[in-house]
């Protein structure tokens, strides 16, 4: 039997946590694009639109993460198109991002006094300008600890993506420790190294929090 | 392209989803109320001058929010048998949701202690009482009320985190739902009923600590 040192132990984990790193990036990015969309179609004022996000936000956050990567790795086999656990991974995560930051969105907005959309209102401002000149702006301010602090959620989220047998930080601690016969020091190993990548955002996210809400 | 579901394969497994469905809530009822408890304690020790009981404090409740649940349950079933603890499936996925949701209602009762006015210290302080008679007559009754919702909320994110707790084959709702897809090979029926099952159950808890929890602890605050 080959003796695994710790320095083998991590350094295989490391080599694995860049996929971690990756499919966070990527599910983060493609959240923000689509939810992007979602918040524009739910700012739309029409009624249909409105009720279509309402149902996706509640949707995505009524049900496991889990169960969604379940179902789009099982539901794009069943309508014929080949998966991999990186792509429903990745369609799962990005489904799931755009819902949470969405509403994050849609949340700041509404905390801009209506006055605001009044006055851009009177100024016979369109909805885009509204958003761009007036809205935007404001809002981006308040957003920007929220969606920071879900980046750690979303790095969080990607730990389940091993489940269906995707290799990143976790499965591949699960193959080391039954490699090893080591679960303490490789689970001790991954939970540190999870910890090393989320804490700097977490503590960014809480300095963002903190010296916008001593501004007001 | 024909697609055919079968959902009547599933719901002829009802009675292992029906357990299932028990056993996912009565994972989500006792952690529930432990990790509630529990936060409220971390949160004391978070609101203490004292600086090593608040870095305990900060250091669990830190570890805790910027590391995965799954990986937690792993640590604690996996890896914490070499430390001469071992615990039945069930137990540690009950241990890992407990001290999971510690954490977060710790954070999120702190942040409702810290919007109480200052005045209330002050009253309390000049009717003599002690401060961990404050503690849970004065601070954390109102900690609660202006909290509760975001409490709600993580609670419900915590039942459906459990969803990952199949895989140290703890016999809850998606371990049921796995199980009949070994059976009948109906991947996509049997996750898209128990899907279902998560949507309602959190709807159920959501509006069982809304309505009736709520009016429990509440009924003789004011405001």
Redesign the interface.
Request: hydrophobic share 50%; charged share 5%; with cysteine.
């Given at each position: 039997m080959v003796e695994f040192s710790l320095w083998d132990i991590l350094r295989n984990l490391l080599l694995a946590a860049r996929w971690t790193v990756l499919l966070s990036l990527i599910a983060f990015a493609g959240g923000a694009l689509v939810g992007s969309l979602l918040l524009l179609a739910r700012l739309s004022r029409k009624r249909p639109l409105e009720w279509f996000c309402a149902i996706y936000v509640k949707?995505f956050q009524?049900?496991?993460?889990?169960?969604?990567l379940?179902?789009i790795y099982?539901?794009m086999?069943?309508?014929?198109v080949e998966t991999t656990p990186w792509s429903a991974a990745v369609i799962a995560l990005t489904l799931y991002s755009s819902a949470f930051l969405s509403e994050i969105w849609r949340g700041c907005i509404k905390s801009i006094p209506k006055g605001q959309w009044q006055a851009a209102d009177s100024l016979a401002l369109g909805f885009f300008d509204q958003l761009r000149y007036v809205i935007g702006p404001q809002a981006i301010k308040i957003s920007i600890a929220p969606t920071v602090g879900f980046m750690?959620q979303a790095?969080?989220?990607t730990?389940?993506a091993?489940?269906i047998g995707f290799v990143e930080l976790?499965k591949a601690?699960?193959m080391i420790?039954n490699a090893t016969f080591?679960?303490?020091v490789?689970?001790?190993c991954?939970?540190a190294l999870?910890?090393s990548l989320?804490?700097p955002i977490?503590w960014y996210s809480k300095r963002v929090e903190l010296k916008y809400s001593l501004k007001h | 392209m024909n697609v055919q579901l079968d959902l009547g394969a599933v719901f002829s497994e009802w009675p292992l989803l029906l357990k299932g469905i028990f056993l996912t809530t009565f994972m989500i009822v006792v952690s529930g109320a432990l990790g509630v408890l529990l936060g409220c304690v971390l949160a004391w020790m978070s609101s203490q001058n004292r600086g090593a009981q608040r870095a305990i404090a900060s250091l669990y409740i830190e570890v805790l929010r910027n590391t995965p649940f799954i990986v937690q349950l792993f640590f604690i079933f996996f890896g914490l048998p070499s430390l001469g603890i071992k615990l039945s499936p069930l137990a540690a996925s009950m241990l890992a949701m407990t001290i999971n949701l510690s954490a977060y209602s710790a954070e999120i009762l702190r942040a409702g202690i810290e919007s109480i006015p200052k005045g209330q210290l002050q009253a309390a302080k000049s009717l003599a009482l002690k401060p961990l008679q404050t503690y849970t007559n004065i601070v954390l009754p109102q900690a609660f009320k202006n909290t509760w919702p975001a409490l709600v909320s993580q609670i419900v994110i915590v039942m459906l985190g459990s969803s990952v707790c199949a895989q140290i084959s703890t016999e809850e709702l998606s371990y049921a739902a796995n199980l009949i897809q070994s059976r009948n090979f109906r991947a996509f029926e049997a996750f898209f009923v128990a899907t279902v099952a998560y949507l309602v159950l959190s709807l159920i808890v959501r509006s069982f600590l809304d309505r009736v929890i709520a009016k429990l602890i509440f009924k003789d605050t004011h405001g």
């Open positions: 949707l009524g049900t496991p993460l889990l169960m969604q379940f179902l099982f539901g086999a069943l309508i014929g750690v790095i969080k989220a730990a389940l091993s489940v976790t601690g699960t420790s080591k679960p303490f490789v689970f001790t991954v939970g999870y910890f989320c804490y977490s | -």
